[in-house]
């Protein structure tokens, strides 16, 4: 996805420390953490293009695609006729009243955000994830304590990002 880069991830840890190896490994953890991001909401959320083909539609006049902010259709075929012009975008699907029963449908269409109009929250989940997969590079494997000043102690655990995750649950691809 290589939405943050390395200098981001350094000033959200306040560790600028570098070296060929120490930045190759905040590279790793910065995308393992897009990767779960990714994998959490079931789409790659920068934009891309995508070319999609349907066997024997249903005849609905939906076609639910795969990803969440649909931008731009491109092009729709239907049994080789372009029905373009009918077609709107509704949330995660293409919608069009000329959608047969057992047609042959083929879609182009551009899905996500600009890397500059990414809502915030993957960034920051992004960031979030990153810098606990890098915490445990000082052998602070699954869980680890701080202590604040009035004595307190505050437990995190690095191995379940689910807390982590819960903000983009608004953005997941719901599979109907």
């Given amino acids: 996805m290589s939405i943050i880069s390395v200098s981001k991830l350094n000033a959200y840890l306040n560790n600028y420390e570098s070296g060929t190896d120490i930045t190759a490994v905040k590279q790793n953890c910065i995308d393992a953490a897009e990767a779960i991001v990714e994998s959490y909401v079931g789409y790659n959320p920068i934009s891309h293009t995508i070319d999609a083909e349907y066997h024997k539609t249903t005849g609905h006049p939906y076609l639910y695609q795969d990803v969440c902010h649909i931008t731009v259709i491109t092009e ?3 049994n ?3 029905i373009t012009d ?3 975008i509704r949330k995660d699907a293409i919608f069009s009243s000329k959608f047969k ?3 042959e449908i083929r879609i182009k269409y551009t899905a996500g955000w600009e ?3 990414l809502p915030p929250i993957f960034e920051n989940t992004i960031l979030r994830i990153a810098s606990l997969m890098f915490a445990e590079t000082n ?3 699954g869980l680890t304590s701080r202590t604040s000043p009035d004595g307190s102690k505050t437990y995190i655990s690095y191995s379940n990002y689910s807390k ?3 903000p983009l649950d608004n953005f997941r691809r719901i599979q109907l």
């Fill in 115 to 117: 890397s500059t109009a």
């Fill in 80 to 82: 080789g006729e372009d």
């Fill in 86 to 88: 009918s077609c709107s």
């Fill in 164 to 166: 982590y995750l819960a």
């Fill in 139 to 141: 052998g602070s494997i």
């Fill in 101 to 103: 029963k057992n047609g």
């Fill in 76 to 78: 729709v075929l239907q």
